[in-house]
C-alpha cells in the first residue's frame, strides 16, 4: 500500500486531515524515546467522522485504512465516549442535560454517531481507525507512544447496568438495569466532580486520561466481533498508567497493523468494578513507531519511570501467573537478573494491580521501577 497524500486520497479518506506536511522537532517525553535521527516527523489529523468509526467490534483483517503512515509519525486522533449514546440512556440530550450538563456543550459527533453509524457489534466501544503503518509485518512490534491528551467535552460518565461489574446480581440495587451518573469536568483543574445522590457534599476526582482501548487488528476475525476483551492485539486493556508519556507496545498481526484506539477515559480506578470508568470523550496524539528488531510475546507498557508487564485471561489466577512470567521475562532480558532472583526479588518489591474485571478476559499489570535496577543496567 503507498503512502496516500491528502489531496489524492479517496473520499473516505478526505476526512482525514494531513498535517500540512511539515516536519517538526520532536517534543521529547523522556529521553529513551528518542534518538537523533528520528527527530523528525509528519503530523496527521483523524476526525471522529461516520466513515472513521466502527461501534460494537474492532477492524477486521480487510478493513480498509483510512490513513496511512510511516514510523515515527503522528496522529491527533478524535475518539468518542460511547456512554451517553448507548441505548439503555435514552435521549442523549434529555439524558446529559438531566445531569446539569448545557446542551450547546454536549460533543455533536455523539449525536451524529448515535445517528448515522450502525452498532455492529455487542461490545459498547466508539472506535476511530484503522491506520495503515509502512512495512509493519506480522512478528513486528508496534509500538504506540501516548504523547498527549486533550479533553474534548466538559463531563463524562460512570455506569454499573445490567447486573455487571465486580458485583454481578447484587448491583445495580433492586435489579434495576442502570446506575448512572454524569461526571461534570473541569479540564484546566483535571478534576471530576461526583455528585453523591444523598445529598452529600461533592467530591473531587483527580482526572488521570488515558486511553482504555488501543491496538492493532487482531489475526484471527473472531476476536474482532467484540470490542470488549482484549488479547495480545491489545484492544481493551483498561491499564491506568498508559496516559500522557506511555508507551504500549504491541506484537502486530496482520501487514500494516492497523491500529486503532477508543474507550476514552478521565480516570479510572484499578479494578474498574463498577463497569465503566469516567467515560469521557478525548483528543489524544499518538506516536506510532514500529520495531523490526525486537520481540514480544505479550502486550507490555512503559512509561517515564516503569515497565509495565500485562498478563491477560479470563480467570483472574491464570492472568496473574501471566503478568508474573511477562515480569520475569522483561527484569531478566533488560537487566540480566535471573528469573528465579527476579521472583524473590518480586515478593520484596513489585506491585501486581488489577487492571480491570469487567471486560470478559480480565487483566493484571505488574509495575515494574526502573529506579530499582539501575545498578544493573548495561
Not at 500500500?1 to 523522556?30: D, F, H, I
Not at 498508567?241 to 508507551?247: A, I
Not at 491464570?318 to 522483561?330: P, T
Request: glycine content about 10%.
Amino acid at each position: 500500500m503507498k503512502r496516500q497524500p491528502l489531496l489524492k486520497a479517496s473520499k473516505r479518506l478526505l476526512q482525514v486531515v494531513s498535517g500540512v506536511g511539515v516536519c517538526l522537532l520532536v517534543a521529547t517525553v523522556w529521553s529513551s524515546w528518542f534518538s537523533p535521527a528520528a527527530a523528525q516527523y509528519e503530523t496527521y489529523e483523524v476526525k471522529s467522522v461516520p466513515g472513521n468509526v466502527i461501534w460494537g467490534e474492532l477492524f477486521k483483517p480487510d478493513s480498509e485504512p483510512i490513513l496511512t503512515v510511516k514510523s515515527g509519525d503522528r496522529i491527533r486522533m478524535e475518539t468518542v465516549s460511547h456512554e451517553g449514546i448507548v441505548p439503555d440512556q435514552g435521549d442523549t440530550v434529555a439524558f446529559l442535560t438531566g445531569g446539569g450538563i448545557k446542551e450547546e456543550d454536549i460533543l455533536p459527533d455523539q449525536i451524529t454517531i448515535k445517528g448515522a453509524v450502525p452498532k455492529s457489534g455487542p461490545g459498547p466501544h466508539v472506535i476511530t481507525g484503522p491506520i495503515y503503518v509502512e512495512g509493519a509485518e506480522p512478528g513486528d512490534v508496534l509500538e504506540i507512544r501516548t504523547v498527549d491528551i486533550e479533553y474534548r467535552a466538559p463531563y463524562g460518565v460512570i455506569s454499573n447496568r445490567h447486573g455487571k461489574g465486580a458485583l454481578p446480581g447484587e448491583y445495580p440495587e433492586n435489579e434495576a438495569p442502570i446506575y448512572t451518573k454524569i461526571i461534570p469536568i473541569d479540564a484546566e483543574r483535571e478534576i471530576g466532580i461526583f455528585k453523591p445522590s444523598n445529598g452529600l457534599p461533592d467530591l473531587e476526582i483527580p482526572l488521570k486520561p488515558f486511553m482504555g482501548l488501543m491496538g492493532v487488528v487482531p489475526a484471527a476475525v473472531e476476536d474482532a466481533a467484540n470490542s470488549v476483551p482484549p488479547g495480545l492485539y491489545g484492544g481493551n486493556v483498561d491499564i491506568k498508567h498508559l496516559g500522557r508519556g506511555s508507551s504500549l507496545y504491541l506484537p502486530v498481526q496482520v501487514p500494516g497493523a492497523l491500529f486503532y484506539s477508543g474507550d476514552p477515559h478521565c480516570a479510572q480506578g484499578n479494578g474498574e468494578v463498577a463497569l465503566t470508568a469516567i467515560e469521557c470523550s478525548l483528543l489524544p496524539t499518538f506516536e506510532l513507531v514500529l520495531h523490526k528488531d525486537m520481540e514480544l510475546p505479550a502486550p507490555m507498557g512503559e512509561t517515564a519511570d516503569s515497565w509495565i508487564a500485562v498478563g491477560l485471561d479470563v480467570d483472574l489466577n491464570e492472568a496473574m501467573k501471566k503478568s508474573v512470567r511477562e515480569y520475569l521475562r522483561i527484569v531478566n532480558e533488560k537487566y540480566g537478573l535471573t528469573k528465579a532472583d527476579a521472583l524473590l526479588y518480586a515478593s520484596a518489591d513489585i506491585d501486581f494491580e488489577v487492571s480491570q474485571v469487567v471486560d470478559i478476559v480480565k487483566g493484571i499489570h505488574g509495575v515494574i521501577p526502573k529506579d530499582r535496577f539501575t545498578a544493573l543496567e548495561k
